[in-house]
Every structure is written in structure tokens, then in C-alpha cells.
């Protein structure tokens, strides 16, 4: 049988619509419609005046949406984009970075959620301001964080959509991010972070059925899994030799271990080692200190909540290997020209970079395989994908500037003005984001998911050191973790700037970064920058003073319990800044018109002043919003499904290692 398609231009690029049919369209516009109720029904009913209810949704969520939010904000149309090209190109080990959160969402919840709930804080540089006092870890962290979004999720997110548009309704790239931005946008700073959950909630769902549906077709197409297998290791491109090029045959022919995630620690592309402890460390980083993710589960009603919402998450995430791994792989055996091509002038062809098509092959299996109707749900799927992503980056990066940078500036900002500035920043992100996307389309062979896990190889673990260290060991003061971060930040950006410099090439033409710079993989490099960054930070915190114990309860794992007074390494000088409207005479209030009321409650500023709440109350609420306390049934159920999440875990590892 021949499983090679001709070396046609892809149909988006050929000026014919896949999706140009009432079916298609009619699906669209429903999900667009059911989107936006979800949205304004989640306005309506919670509170987005205050920066509690806008930027934590009140703390008042249950497990269920957060365990699906947090799969919708870590799945992004980078992840259907990503991991079914690198599928496509290598096989099955990029899904075992999907199973390492099974691991990770058991460390996030049961270790890292419990002391940032006791801490009481909103944002992870508060926590790091609290725990080693000063403002200069916070703010690195602040700005080093939102370099990240800018670099590993938006504009990557931005990008893979955009693809998809691009081959299902051929616009240009850049005016189908400018679309898809117009709308996601919209609830994401009207509606707060409830909106964002809700819709997410609503997104998740659609992303899992019109996944399993596709994932139907591809394997009816391939004729089932052992076929699959089969047929995989036999996909190489018609076209592997080329005037003035020398292509070796491992550039086109599927690695042996293609269905392997263990693979050799010195030869494989993906070696096992890194795997399992490079990727530890940048699943820490990700899962257990980033805003976007912890946010999600601060907003939790209470301890219970945030441990069964991360069960739920860590099961959500054995399904990324089934539903976008294999299709892409699925894509190689049915396109193997257009998504195995290894010619840069054949790949430019096809898809308008040189240095190889996978990252088309999700997008090309939804446009020839789905019929009408169902191409417009997947179309929703994509779009449902990039819409949460973005959404749930755009609230936690605003969250960050706002709470964390703004307010060094403008130390006296009042609360409306505060959320003006976070969603104002939101458009400045976007754009430096657009401008970064010509570097990810031509970076690591034109494979997204490695892209991203690369660069963040190079910022991320000198911050999962500092996190560590910081809550388990007490002694780790200011000194040692400032100067860890910022020795860690320097190796990492040389490591990164040579990369972007030098190229990172493809396997036909090759980078010629020095060897010993780029010669070691992205994941033992992540190994050796944590070690170095623990070696400092402990190292010159023994050095200088430890910070006494008074200034540690509930912040740091062995004080969890302390239930004396913390007194504060400093002052937090924002929280003070919101009574200073109760000394001097009370100003005048104008009674606005009809259309600032308008914009007031489509941005949920209040209409009048928030109620004073007098000590007591203060108290009370912060009692309650630092509890940890949690029934002993329900304890012990979420525990045991704990365990039980990690054998499931433990045997998908092997079954497929």
C-alpha cells in the first residue's frame, strides 16, 4: 500500500476553504455563542470589584472547575500544535512530559498549595517577599516571570493557533492572531478570574470530545494500532536527496525507539535521565511556583478542594499521549511528504518554513479527515485550547504586574487604577508577543513543544531551587537566594542567547554553536543549572545570617503548624495603601452618567465605595482565607485517590518505557 501523499501544497495554501460550509460554520458560531453566556454568566455572579474577587475569584471555587481549568490553562493549542508535531517527528517520548505532571499536581497540592494558603499570599514574588523579605527577589521574579509568558506561552500559544487558522481558512497569520486575540480578550478583562475558570471548565470539555473524535477517525484511517506501529516505522518522505545537500537517513527514517519514552542517556534525543529528573525540575517550576497554575488553586474554597481539583487535573493529563501524540504521529503515516519533509525548499513550500513541517500535522489531519459539522468542532477545539491558555496568562500576568511592579511605582494607586494598569499591560504583552513569533517558527527543527521546554531548560530552575529550598529548608535566607537567582539567570540567558545566535539549525544543516555550549541536551542542562543554583544559594546563606524563626511561621514547611504571631520581614506596603481614603474629610462623590455606569459594570468597578470592615472582621476574613483545616473524610478520601493517581502514573511509565 502507498502511505505517501503526493508533495501537493497544503489546502490552505492552495486558496481553497476547508472550513466554507454552513455545518462548519453553524458549529463555530454556536460554540462562540455558549462561550460567551458561560462568560457573562459568570460576570453577573461573582464578584470583580475588588482585586480578591477579580484576580482569586473570592476564593469560593470548587474542585471541579479547578482541576479543569487548570488542564484547559496548561493545554493550549501549543500542546495540540506541539506535541503532535514532535510525535510526528520522534515518537512517543515528548508524552512522557504530559505524565510527569501525574507526579507533579500530588507535590503541588499536598506540599506547596498548604504553605502558600497559610502564607496568605495572592502572587508566588509576594511569597518570595515574605519569606526572604526585601523587594528585589520579587520583582526579578516578577519580570523574569512574565519574560516566560512572553517567550514559552503566549506568543507560542499565538503562534500554533494561527497555524491551524491558516490551514483551515487560509488568512494570513499575523490577521488570524489579531482575530483570535479581538476575542479572547473580551472576558478576560471584563470577567476576572471566575469568567476565565468557568469558561475554561466549558472549554475542557469541548477539548476532550472533539480530541477523542479525531483521535476516532485517525486511527480508522491508519487501521487501527497495530497498523499504527507498523506503518509509522515506515514513513519516510518520497523525496530525501536534494542538489548540494548530503541528507543522512536518520533526518527522514523514524528512530527505532520511536515507541519508547525511555531512551538512551547519551544517543537518544530524549534521554532518559533528563526525563525523569531535568523534567522533575521544570515540572516544580511550572506546576508548583508559577502563577498561572497556583492561582487557580488559591481560589479554592478550601484545602479538600485544591487536592481533588489537582487529582482531577493529573487524570486529564494522561490523555494528551492518546489525543494529540498519536494523531501526530498518525499525520506522518498519512502525509508523510508534507509533515516528514526534510528538503528546506520543499518545506517552504509546504508550510513556509525551511527547517521542517511537523508542526502542521495536527492541523492537517482536523482539515482532510473530519467531515463537515465535525472540522467546525475542532475548529472550536483549537480555538477553545488557544482561548484558555491565553486567558489564564493574560489574568496571571496582569495579576503580577499589577501586585507586584505596578505598585512600586505608584504606591498610592487606588484599587479601580490598579485594575486599569493590569489590563492595560495585557495589550503591551500582546504585542512585544506578536513580534516574537518569527523566532519560534524557525527554532529547534520547526518543533514547538521542544522550543518551549528548551527555553524554559534555561530560565526556570535556578526559581524551582529558590522555591525549594525556601519553603523546606529555613535557613536559606535573602542573600543566598538573590544571588543564586541571578547567577543561575546568567548561565541560563548565555546558554539561550548563544542558541538564538548560532542557530539552533535542523538535521540537515546542522547549527555550528560550539559543543560546548549547546552540545548538551536542554534537559541535563536543566540538571546542572539546579544543582549549581542550590549549591550557591546554600552555600552563601551559611555564609551570612539565618533569619530568625519569628519571622518564618507558616511560611516555611517546618513552621507550617506555628500558630504565633509572624512578624513581618517588612511591611507589606501595598494592602496599606486602601485606607488612606478614611483619614481627611471625605471628597464629594459625582454621581456618574449613563455611560460610565456602563463601563463600570462591564469592567466590575464598583459603583460605590466597598463596605469598611472593622478589625474584627479583618481578622475573621483573614482567619478564613489562611485555613488549611480540612474534614477528616474527605481528607482521607482525596488521599487515597492521591495514591491512587500515582500508581496509575507509575504504571503508564512502564508499560510504555
Not at 190 to 195: P, R, S, V
Not at 369 to 396: D, E, H, K, Q
Not at 530 to 539: D, M, P, Q, T
Request: with cysteine; hydrophobic share 45%.
Amino acid at each position: 500500500m502507498n502511505l505517501q501523499v503526493t508533495t501537493a501544497v497544503p489546502q490552505a495554501d492552495n486558496g481553497t476553504l476547508a472550513i466554507n460550509n454552513p455545518a462548519d460554520i453553524s458549529v463555530i458560531v454556536i460554540y462562540f455563542i455558549v462561550v460567551l453566556v458561560v462568560g457573562l454568566w459568570a460576570m453577573l455572579s461573582t464578584s470583580r470589584g475588588t482585586v480578591g474577587g477579580f484576580f482569586l475569584a473570592g476564593r469560593s471555587m470548587v474542585w471541579w472547575p479547578i482541576g479543569a481549568s487548570l488542564f484547559a490553562s496548561n493545554i493550549g493549542s501549543g500542546h495540540f500544535v506541539g506535541l503532535a508535531g514532535t510525535g510526528a517527528a520522534a515518537g512517543i517520548a515528548i508524552g512522557g512530559f504530559e505524565w510527569n505532571a501525574l507526579v507533579m499536581v500530588i507535590i503541588l497540592g499536598w506540599l506547596f498549595v498548604p504553605i502558600y494558603i497559610k502564607a496568605g499570599v495572592v502572587t508566588m514574588p509576594e511569597y518570595l517577599k515574605r519569606r526572604f523579605g526585601g523587594q528585589r527577589i520579587r520583582i526579578y521574579l516578577s519580570v523574569l516571570s512574565l519574560m516566560l509568558y512572553i517567550f514559552t506561552k503566549i506568543s507560542a500559544d499565538m503562534f500554533s493557533g494561527a497555524i491551524f487558522i491558516q490551514q483551515a481558512l487560509g488568512l494570513d497569520i499575523y490577521v488570524a492572531v489579531v482575530l483570535l486575540l479581538m476575542i479572547t480578550a473580551l472576558y478576560t478583562v471584563t470577567g476576572g478570574l471566575a469568567a476565565v475558570i468557568y469558561t475554561d471548565t466549558l472549554q475542557t470539555i469541548i477539548m476532550v470530545v472533539g480530541s477523542f473524535i479525531l483521535m476516532g477517525f485517525g486511527f480508522n484511517a491508519v487501521g487501527g494500532y497495530d497498523a499504527f506501529v507498523e506503518k509509522y516505522m515506515q514513513a519516510k518522505p518520497s523525496v530525501v536527496t536534494w542538489p548540494g545537500l548530503n541528507i543522512s537517513a536518520r533526518c527522514y527514517t523514524p528512530s527505532p525507539d520511536s515507541f519508547h519514552i525511555f531512551r538512551d542517556p547519551l544517543t537518544g534525543d530524549m534521554p532518559w535521565p533528563g526525563l525523569v529528573f531535568g523534567l522533575t525540575i521544570l515540572g516544580i517550576w511550572y506546576w508548583c511556583t508559577d502563577q498561572v497554575i497556583v492561582q487557580r488553586c488559591l481560589s479554592a474554597k478550601n484545602l479538600s478542594h485544591v487536592k481533588a481539583g489537582c487529582i482531577l487535573c493529573g487524570y486529564l493529563k494522561l490523555l494528551p499521549m492518546f489525543l494529540m501524540v498519536f494523531p501526530g504521529m498518525m499525520s506522518r503515516i498519512l502525509y508523510t511528504d508534507v509533515v516528514a519533509c526534510v528538503v528546506p525548499e520543499l518545506c517552504t513550500k509546504y508550510c513556509g518554513t525551511s527547517v521542517g513541517c511537523s508542526n502542521v500535522a495536527y492541523p492537517r489531519m482536523v482539515v482532510d479527515l473530519m467531515p463537515n459539522g465535525l472540522r467546525g468542532l475542532m475548529l472550536s477545539v483549537m480555538l477553545a485550547s488557544l482561548m484558555s491558555s491565553l486567558t489564564s496568562i493574560f489574568n496571571s500576568a496582569s495579576t503580577l504586574f499589577t501586585m507586584d511592579i505596578y505598585t512600586k511605582i505608584r504606591s498610592q494607586a487606588s484599587e479601580k487604577e490598579l485594575m486599569i494598569a493590569g489590563r492595560v499591560f495585557i495589550l503591551a504583552l500582546i504585542g512585544v508577543s506578536i513580534a516574537w513569533i518569527p523566532i519560534i517558527q524557525s527554532s529547534k527543527s520547526g518543533q514547538l513543544f521542544d522550543y518551549i521546554q528548551s527555553i524554559t531548560s534555561y530560565l526556570g530552575p535556578p526559581i524551582t531551587a529558590v522555591f525549594l529550598l525556601g519553603i523546606f529548608c529555613k535557613r536559606v535566607n535573602e542573600q543566598g537566594a538573590f544571588y543564586g537567582l541571578l547567577v543561575g539567570l546568567f548561565i541560563g540567558l548565555a546558554r539561550m542567547i548563544a542558541e538564538f545566535a548560532y542557530g539552533t539549525g535542523s538535521c540537515v544543516t546542522p547549527s555550528n554553536c560550539p559543543k560546548i555550549i549547546c552540545g548538551v541536551h536542554y534537559l541535563y542542562f536543566a540538571l546542572i543549572l539546579f544543582g549549581i543554583s542550590c549549591i550557591l544559594v546554600l552555600g552563601i546563606s551559611l555564609a551570612t545570617k539565618p533569619i530568625d524563626d519569628k519571622h518564618l511561621y507558616r511560611l516555611c514547611w517546618s513552621l507550617r503548624n506555628n500558630t504565633e504571631e509572624r512578624v513581618d520581614l517588612e511591611v507589606d506596603d501595598w494592602t496599606n495603601t486602601q485606607d488612606q481614603e478614611s483619614t481627611g474629610v471625605e471628597e464629594p462623590h459625582e454621581e456618574p452618567g449613563c455611560c460610565r455606569k456602563a463601563i463600570n459594570w462591564f469592567c466590575g468597578f464598583d459603583q460605590g465605595s466597598a463596605p469598611k470592615l472593622s478589625e474584627e472582621e479583618q481578622a475573621e476574613l483573614q482567619k478564613k482565607l489562611t485555613d488549611t483545616s480540612e474534614h477528616p473524610l474527605w481528607r482521607n478520601v482525596v488521599n487515597a485517590n492521591g495514591i491512587v493517581l500515582l500508581t496509575v502514573a507509575v504504571f503508564f511509565h512502564g508499560f510504555y518505557a
